[in-house]
């Protein structure tokens, strides 16, 4: 049973900074990411990494404050989020992308910038 399961998100004020891990179980993805969805928006993806770790992507609203990572002997990827802005609020998902194109997605862990 594939599973990710989010941690990190919670309550920060603007400037702050969050970390946001996923555990991934049950198989290995050839990339892994984050993505976010604020109340009636639509779900954007903010920043990916490859299954080696040597290529990432991010948003452009996000570039500079944000970093993933991730260890694939733990099957595990983070978020650095620095210098939040309260228009990073939104539920953040963690997603894993199979070999064969199909994702799958974490629960969801809620981050809210405070102004």
């Known amino acids: 049973q594939v599973q990710l399961a989010e941690s990190g998100g919670g309550l920060v004020q603007a400037g702050g900074s969050l970390r946001l891990s996923c555990a991934a179980s049950?198989?290995?993805?050839?990339?892994m990411g984050w993505s976010r969805q604020a109340p009636g928006k639509v779900r954007e993806l903010v920043a990916s990494?490859?299954?080696?770790?040597?290529?990432?992507n991010y948003a452009d609203s996000v570039k500079g404050r944000f970093t993933i990572s991730r260890d694939n002997a733990k099957n595990t990827v983070w978020l650095q989020m620095n210098s939040l802005k309260p228009e990073d609020t939104a539920i953040y998902y963690c997603?894993?992308?199979?070999?064969?194109?199909?994702?799958?997605w974490g629960q969801g862990t809620q981050v809210t910038v405070s102004s």
């Open positions: 997603r894993g992308r199979l070999a064969t194109g199909y994702i799958y």
């Open positions: 049950g198989s290995t993805f050839s990339s």
């Open positions: 990494i490859t299954s080696s770790g040597g290529t990432s």
